[in-house]
């Protein structure tokens, strides 16, 4: 780990959305609350303070470097807290399976400024770095293996899906051309080829060249889609009645995983329409509290430009 890794940056506690999920999932006095991505505790400094003293905080994270961030909100947090290091799918499935049961679950979902913000993960393709992108330095595939390793069709199909990166074929190409002659090491060589494969005109539009495959590989690297979909129910089971799950999504798929699933649990009956009388007997879970997702201010975009593409979804357990 570099020395300045566990120096927060200006940008370590600008929680998106903050002052909409503190009100739509509404921590009262004496509740448990659970962040389920908790990074640098800028959501969890603000929600921890509606438990005014009475209440337990979840902290959970795969990162090993939050802990140092939880350590410091412990101290001041003022109620009683504890973190869990793991994928927040399976911490949410082992406390449901423990019988917890809490009141307001918060995930906020992508990659934190904590991760970005340190050229050494591999993140950001505006730095020269090691080709990394693993939230958890323990896992064992990196974006560079996926980059070396994987068939020209398959990296087509993870641009074109995660990244919605319309030059994928042409990216995949490139990469595969590069990789016959050396390895990739370094996002540099990666940004290189991908500038490269693209069409001139691509590359001064739309923002930076490679920021959809980077997106892509993001996701791939840490399984991003399959983790928010294991842990959607496993939350909806850990709630109490009337407790509240928020999720912050910064994608179209990942908002449209979150959007159906609210949907798909907030309806009752789902027998066939010529049914002359319910059969299924299924009852509603929950209650959609957000008809469409909340979005950023432009205040609040103008003041931190990386909550531009965030989505606000939250849904009540009845």
Known sequence: MLPNALRPSATDHVPVLADEVRRLLDAQPGDTVVDATFGAGGHAELLALDLRGKGRFIAVDRDPSARAYFERFRKRAGVQARFLRGEFATVLQQLAANDVRVDAIL??????SMQLDRPERGFSYAVDAPLDMRMDPSAEETAADIVNDAPERELQEIFRRYGEERYARQIARAIGRRRRREPFQRTGDLVDTIKVAIPTPARFGEGHPAKRVFQALRIAVNDELGQLEEALPAAVELLRPHGRV????FHSLEDRIVKHFFRDEARGCVCPPDFPVCACGRDPVLRVLTSR???????EVALNPRSASARLRVAEKV
């Open 246 to 249: 928020a999720v912050i999504s």
């Open 107 to 112: 995930l906020d979902l992508g990659v934190s």
């Open 293 to 299: 997702a909340v979005r950023p201010s432009a205040q």
